[in-house]
């Protein structure tokens, strides 16, 4: 049998004939493709406006710049993601704070965002871990009534909806959302992100951001010399998405629903097969649509008295790849030395962390590699 890692792209003859097309035509970058892409997201979330860009890290970054946020503010986001997550306030001049997550969901938990909020407190980042969106309902409340934007970190959960049955992406609980189209997400575009709002001015401000701040646009300029004249009005970033990417990102798009199905019947059977083994816990399951990026169980490794590592090492053994999502951020050496945080300040996180486990998810599993996942599985113990 293969490797099978726990995420991997599936692209098919339509994702390689989009891109040659790209590489055989004028623009490989800043061309027709990417406002065909953004038009796309736009239409899909029901977002007015859509940007995409270099990456996630890249969207995250211009999200919190775009709204002036004073240096040595405050911003909230989940101790369970993955670094880009709090890095964006940090490369903003803003304080990393973190609140707990919630036991069943391993989303940020909206009563301990309440907790965290300080006067210096501007902004929360909630994560939608492994695909499952937030309470952004009650988030949205929280942040209206203590004056704070909202950034979704939806890179993991293009496809999802919320609670409400409304597509993530569309911000109606918050002012941006990003996305990643890394090549383990649910689509890709080798790198990529993007962000959505529906507000103009914000969308504005990220576009400039995404191009060293430079304008050319007749409309913004303060004076115009000539058919040559630009204006950088803003510190900006190369964060261009190319023209290759986007055509990717399109025909990704486009079987976005397929994928999506694809990947909650490998879920149903995970969660049939794993049932009932009184040390593994499989994720929640709830009426939401969802589209999942993760796959993770809990498993209880003192009482299997079994390391991670080993069980780890086993399964890689037996050609399954697994991972661990996530390292609680705040316990990363460079938040401990330049924060004070420190293990025992986020116990739930923390404890989800000891017992969590990846498996393997993506469209191109075959139904042999489920079975074969699910009896190796069981058979650790
Ligand atoms: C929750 C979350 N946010 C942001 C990012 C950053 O995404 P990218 O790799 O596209 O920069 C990741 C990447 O894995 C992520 O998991």
């Known amino acids: 049998m293969k490797f099978i890692p726990y ?8 994702d390689i004939d989009a891109v040659v097309t790209v590489l055989k035509s004028d623009f490989l970058t800043q061309g027709p493709a990417i406002t065909r892409f953004e038009k796309a997201i736009s239409e899909y979330t029901g977002a007015k406006y859509c940007v995409v860009v270099a990456n996630a890290t890249a969207a995250l970054h211009i999200a ?23 890095n964006c306030l940090i490369y903003n001049g803003l304080k990393p704070v973190f609140a707990d997550i919630e036991p069943d969901t391993y989303n940020i938990n909206p009563n301990e965002i309440e907790k965290q909020i300080t006067k210096k407190t501007k902004v929360i980042i909630p994560v939608h ?23 979704e970190d939806a890179a993991h959960a293009i496809g999802s909806n919320h609670e409400d ?61 000539g058919p040559w004249y630009y204006e950088m009005q803003d510190l900006g970033f190369n964060y261009r998405m190319t023209d290759i990417q986007a055509a990717l990102g399109l025909t990704q798009l486009s079987k976005l629903e397929t994928f999506k199905k694809r990947r909650n019947e490998i879920i149903q059977k995970y969660n049939s097969g794993l049932a009932n083994l009184n040390w593994l816990k499989i994720p929640k399951t709830d009426k ?42 705040h316990t990363q050496p460079y938040y401990k030395k330049n924060y004070g945080y420190n293990w025992g ?10 017992k969590a486990l990846s498996l393997p998810l993506y469209p191109n599993l075959l139904e042999q590699d489920i079975e074969n996942i699910i009896k190796t599985v069981r058979s650790i113990t």
Do not use: W
């Not at 911003?75 to 993955?82: D, E, H, M, R, V």
């Not at 309470?135 to 909202?150: G, H, R, S, T, Y």
């Not at 383990?184 to 990220?206: F, Q, R, S």
């Not at 300040?345 to 962390?353: F, H, N, S």
């Open 288 to 329: 939401s649509d969802l589209c999942f990026h993760l796959y993770v169980v809990q498993i209880d490794f003192e009482k299997i008295g079994k390391t991670r590592a080993t069980v780890m090492d086993f399964l890689k053994s037996k050609n399954i790849g697994s991972q661990v999502h996530y390292i609680p951020v």
């Open 7 to 14: 995420g991997k792209q599936s692209i098919d003859e339509k």
């Open 345 to 354: 300040d986020y116990p739930l996180a923390e404890d989800y962390y000891q």
């Open 129 to 151: 871990f492994a695909g499952r969106s937030c309470d952004m309902k009650n988030i949205n409340e929280i942040a209206k009534k203590n004056n704070l934007f909202v950034i």
């Open 165 to 225: 049955g409304t597509k993530v992406g569309n911000c109606k609980y918050s002012d941006m959302t990003i996305f990643s189209f890394h090549p383990v997400k649910t689509i890709t575009t080798g790198e990529g992100g993007a962000i959505t709002t529906n507000n103009k001015d914000l969308y504005e401000k990220l576009i400039l951001l995404r191009s060293h701040g430079i304008t050319k646009d007749p409309d913004l300029l303060t004076q115009n010399t």
């Open 64 to 86: 919190v710049k775009s709204l002036n946020i004073e240096i040595g503010m405050e911003g909230i986001t989940s101790p369970n993601t993955f670094v880009a997550s709090s």
